[in-house]
């Protein structure tokens, strides 16, 4: 039996095959996708923190000026949102991810990505890209994963079918059911 590279063999006599349902590693990858964003968007938080009370410009750290304080504050809430996504997402009970809340928790942390990285970039300014400087490294690969299993146009579009393809329940009713979940 020749067994080509992108080909497995059949299975041994009397081994059942495995299979699973239509979209599953997809889901499976959105989950895991969603709470390597939410790590890295608080890796990258932590280090925006550190360089903002570490920097001083005229004689003070940076992260005493109010424009640098909003931009952070602002930063703090995407990556609370995002790790919160990310909960959602693996919120699900058993080996295999609710497809609806895979899908609302990686949409909602690659949403996170574009504002988290162009604040730390902002904040750290040119040191940040630099290759000596590991910023750029976490946003390289919070924007690749952030595209990865799905970008935020094909989620909000399975989260906008999954919705309006429930008669008779709405978004509230929907995130009144899962709050009455989790009490």
């Not at 080909?7 to 959105?30: K, W």
């Not at 942390?109 to 504002?115: C, H, Q, R």
């Amino acid at each position: 039996m020749r067994i080509w590279p992108w080909s497995c063999p059949a299975p041994p006599d009397g081994l059942p095959l495995f299979t699973l349902p239509a979209g599953t590693l997809r889901q499976i990858g959105a989950c895991l996708h969603a709470v390597q964003l939410a790590g890295a968007m608080s890796h990258v938080f932590d280090m925006t923190l550190r360089y903002a009370n570490d920097r001083q410009q005229f004689g003070r750290a940076i992260g005493k000026f109010q424009a640098i304080q909003h931009q952070v504050s602002v930063m703090a809430e995407h990556v609370t949102a995002a790790r919160m996504a990310a909960q959602i997402a693996c919120a699900g009970g058993g080996w295999r991810p609710d497809p609806l809340r895979a899908a609302i928790g990686k949409l909602n942390a690659s949403e996170a990505v574009t504002p988290v990285a162009a604040i730390a970039h902002a904040v750290h300014g040119a040191i940040g890209i630099t290759e000596e400087y590991d910023l750029q490294i976490y946003t390289r690969r919070l924007h690749a994963w952030r595209l990865a299993d799905g970008s935020q146009t094909y989620w909000a579009r399975v989260v906008g079918e999954a919705v309006c393809g429930q008669p008779g329940t709405g978004v509230v009713d929907m995130a009144r059911s899962w709050s009455t979940d989790a009490a």
